[in-house]
């Protein structure tokens, strides 16, 4: 019996692409995985104050077995991002970074959060997880 990976991919909805081709790269693989994240076409409801969305995140995180993140530079940016790290680092979840495609530049504040970095692969990526498990 596989044992199913229990993951929140942090991400940009303004770059939900990465996400979905996250997504496609964990399915090549085969991995047997819940996807805790909050995609773009499905967000969560809360009467919008940064509190309570907080609160819904890291819910969602807390039953992880590790963080996917994506290093592209707009997460060095991303208020979100950054307290997905915050909250992931508080709960001692482990960290994959994932360094995108073709990508000249990375963002830092990712990199040095990271348990591991790996490049745009699903292998590397199903491997990670699997060290973690």
Known sequence: ???????????????????????????????????????????IHTNGTDKQLKEAIELKIKG???????????ATYSKWINKEIELAKAMGKKIIAVQPWG????????????DIIVGWNGKSIVDAIKSFG
């Open 1 to 43: 019996m596989n044992k199913t990976y229990r993951l929140f991919i942090s991400h940009s909805w303004a770059y939900s692409d990465y996400y979905d081709q996250i997504m496609k790269l964990l399915n090549a693989q085969g991995l047997d995985y819940y996807d805790h994240s909050v995609p773009k076409h499905d967000p």
């Open 103 to 114: 990508a000249e530049r990375t963002s830092k504040v990712v990199k040095d959060s990271a």
């Open 64 to 74: 992880t077995s590790c963080i996917i993140i994506l290093a592209g530079m707009y």
